[in-house]
């Protein structure tokens, strides 16, 4: 991990640190000494712009859902069929994860310990419950097949996507953002789309 140097130090590059503390550290492994050396910056540096590192993870999870939310409000994700919205927010999905990569890690690694990780697991709920109706309303609108479960259906395609933060490296050569978001969209709608 590089260190950024102290006369360019901002609030965005603490909160960039932090993420990649918490997510090589575990965010209970990571104190605030760690957060100071990985920074390059004194504790009470920190301190000046944050409460604590519980505010940076909020932080970094806000970022994370402010992203996924955001997708929902889309208007491909608000008009036309059920089927095509759902396309469209998974296509999404996959594209927020890979720009956000880090801090949508961050995100799917919290466990409920604190606060900030209960209010972040209530957040991701309420997302994935949005998506699910999606789902339910492409099934009744019978663009679904009719033979795959609905909330099966739904728990295969977040572990799919979620399972690309185990894998992805965008300093890899390897497929870039809009390839991938293409692979998942291929595989999961020539799977559930109900033949025509």
């Known amino acids: 991990m590089t260190t950024p140097r102290r006369d360019t130090y901002t609030p965005e590059t603490l909160l960039s640190v932090a993420v990649q503390v918490f997510n090589q550290r575990g965010y209970d492994g990571t104190s605030m000494e760690h957060l100071s050396k990985a920074a390059g910056i004194s504790k009470s540096s920190i301190y000046h712009h944050v409460s604590g590192k519980e505010e940076l993870l909020k932080r970094a999870v806000s970022r994370a859902l402010d992203?996924?939310?955001a997708i929902l409000e889309e208007p491909a994700a608000r008009e036309?069929?059920?089927?095509e919205r759902l396309e469209h927010v998974v296509r999404r999905m996959v594209e927020v994860l890979i720009s956000e990569l880090p801090y949508v890690t961050l995100l799917l690694r919290v466990r409920g310990n604190t606060a900030t990780e209960r209010w972040a697991l209530e957040r991701r709920r309420?997302?994935?419950h949005r998506v699910a109706e999606l789902l339910k309303a492409a099934a009744a609108d019978g663009d679904v097949r009719p033979d795959v479960e609905v909330r099966l259906a739904t728990r295969l395609v977040f572990g799919m996507i979620n399972s690309i933060?185990?894998?992805y490296r965008p300093e890899a050569r390897g497929a870039s953002g809009r390839e991938v978001a293409d692979a998942v969209a291929q595989l999961v709608f020539s799977g559930l789309r109900r033949a025509a």
């Open 165 to 167: 933060v185990e894998w």
């Open 67 to 69: 992203g996924l939310f």
């Open 80 to 83: 036309g069929q059920a089927v």
């Open 126 to 128: 309420d997302f994935d």
